[in-house]
């Protein structure tokens, strides 16, 4: 089974501090076919980047992937409140396609 | 704007059905693939089921693989998914979410869920 591993389960950090979020692939990811999203409690998932790097439309600048191979990272450069949230990488090269169990992202 | 709406979700016993309907609007509907994707209480985010934009290719997790069905109405921008035999780990919000750019399977639009609730 290939799964994406998303670790630490839960981050604490303040207004203004950079949040670097990995997920790791049990396999290489092909062509980049990784994907993050945000969920808020309630709330449906949102996307944010794909392509490993491309930010979805209207996703602000502070959100960025990076990272290939097995290796990805979602970075959120300045956190603001309203990041507080779950998020979830998914790969997409492969069938089927498998989520991140998360990271939650708690702001301080 | 794009939007999906859910509906159809609710309280059934073990080894009951359920269909789930998910309207979409705000795009050109029958362009695009659509997936469905579950969410049991507190946990992660899980692939169920795909189809393609005309509707003729499918594609199932295995654990819903024979009991669950996706089919579409592009003329009544509607896409279901016809839940049988349900258990009680089929329990979750299902969410409505549009495929991405060129058929790929990440999910750039999501509706807001739909809860099945599985008890006896």
């Known amino acids: 089974e290939i799964v994406l591993t998303q670790s630490p389960g839960t981050v604490s950090l303040s207004p203004g501090e950079r949040a670097t979020l990995p997920c790791r692939a049990s396999q290489s990811v092909n062509n980049n076919y990784l994907a993050w999203y945000q969920q808020k409690p309630g709330q449906a998932p949102r996307l944010l980047i794909y392509g490993a790097s491309t930010r979805a439309p209207g996703i602000p600048d502070r959100f960025s992937g990076s990272g290939s191979g097995t290796d990805f990272t979602l970075t959120i450069s300045r956190l603001e409140p309203e990041d507080s949230a779950v998020y979830y990488c998914?790969?997409?090269?492969?069938?089927?396609?498998?989520f991140g169990q998360g990271t939650k992202v708690e702001i301080k | 704007e794009v939007q999906l709406v859910e509906s159809g979700g609710g309280l059934v016993e073990p080894g009951g059905s359920l269909r789930l309907s998910c309207e979409a609007s705000?795009?050109?509907?029958?362009?695009?693939?659509m997936s469905w994707v579950r969410q049991a209480p507190g946990k992660g985010l899980e692939w169920v089921s795909s189809i393609s934009r005309d509707g003729g290719e499918t594609f199932y997790a295995d654990s819903v693989k024979g009991r669950f069905t996706i089919f579409r109405d592009n003329s009544k921008n509607t896409m279901f998914l016809q839940m049988n035999s349900l258990r009680d780990e089929d329990a979750a919000i299902y969410f409505c979410?549009?495929?991405?750019?060129?058929?790929?399977?990440?999910?750039?639009?999501w509706g807001r869920g739909t809860l099945v609730t599985i008890s006896s």
């Open positions: 705000g795009l050109t509907f029958s362009r695009y693939g």
């Open positions: 998914q790969r997409y090269d492969i069938s089927p396609p498998p």
């Open positions: 979410a549009k495929i991405g750019q060129l058929g790929l399977w990440y999910f750039d639009v």
